[in-house]
């Protein structure tokens, strides 16, 4: 691959460079936002290798500044802090107090045609307000992040997780999936979350479903098949499932029988 690591410390691009290298991928510079941004403009990087700690920008603003630049361009993150405190309040970890209020439901009864209507129109306009907001913040979101200190081998993974012919390794954020040997990883993968095999099934399923909300009978079928017919079992699975990601620092949500994963 075609790397740019844009980190302004000295030692730390170095030691970056030469663990690059001698994985066999093309690499080059950058000490400041503005020689990045200027370099990615000009050439065609697969991935932007970007230290929090860069000078001359704020992290969310040159993100988004790369990917305007070349839309194409994949970035992984090297933070020394949690995620949703990085990339701030469009964080795919960041679950907002709205995500948990229940859903209230009006007796029909109680609504006129016109409001009807009205309601329609506002919860249209809602949703649109809500996928343009989305879209800003996945604009300023990286496609994985490396958390500091981390090992060659850790950051090599994740630099060919980043290949789009690379299918064995999902990253969203903080969290990373090892397809092939069915582990999951937060913040670094020295050491794997402790999952049973159903377990893993469907934080793999919640995890593809990309933000998206998805119900329980969607899961049943994604995980277990068309014969699978213990619900019992995959609820409690996704109780287990809850308990062992919010140690984990992820969260999961829950919206009845729909469960998702941001």
């Known amino acids: 691959m075609r790397l740019l690591v844009a980190v302004s410390n000295e030692p730390l691009a170095h030691a970056i460079h030469g663990a690059l290298l001698a994985g066999r991928h093309e690499v080059s510079l ?4 503005s020689i990045a941004l200027a370099a ?8 932007v290798i970007l230290d929090e700690s860069l000078l001359g920008i704020s992290t969310e603003q040159l993100i988004e500044s790369l990917r305007n630049a070349r839309a194409s361009v994949k970035i992984l993150l090297l933070t020394s802090t949690p995620l949703s405190k990085t990339i ?19 007796p029909y009864s109680s609504f006129s045609a016109n409001s ?8 249209a306009e809602q949703r649109s307000d ?11 979101r990286p496609d994985a992040a490396l958390s500091k200190p981390f090992s060659d081998g ?3 993974s994740y630099v060919g997780s980043l290949a789009t012919d690379s299918p064995a390794m999902i990253i969203r954020g903080n969290l990373t999936l090892d397809t092939t040997n069915h582990k999951a990883y937060y913040a670094s993968t020295h050491s794997a979350i402790s999952l049973s095999r159903l377990e893993y099934s ?10 998206q909300f998805v119900n329980t009978s969607e899961l049943v079928k994604l995980v277990g098949g068309p014969f699978f017919e213990q619900q019992g079992l995959l609820k409690n699975a996704l109780y287990t499932l809850d308990k062992k990601l919010t140690r984990a620092g992820l969260i999961m949500t829950q919206r009845g029988s729909n469960y998702r994963i941001r």
């Open 130 to 140: 809500n996928a343009a907001s989305s879209a800003q913040a996945n604009v300023r």
């Open 30 to 33: 950058a000490s400041t936002g």
């Open 154 to 156: 850790e950051l090599l």
């Open 40 to 47: 990615v403009a000009k050439e065609s990087f697969d991935a």
């Open 202 to 211: 469907l934080l793999e399923a919640l995890v593809k479903a990309d933000g």
């Open 88 to 106: 701030g309040e469009g964080s795919r970890w960041r679950a907002l107090p709205d995500e948990y209020a229940p859903i209230e439901e009006t």
């Open 116 to 123: 009807r209507t009205n309601n329609s129109d506002a919860e």
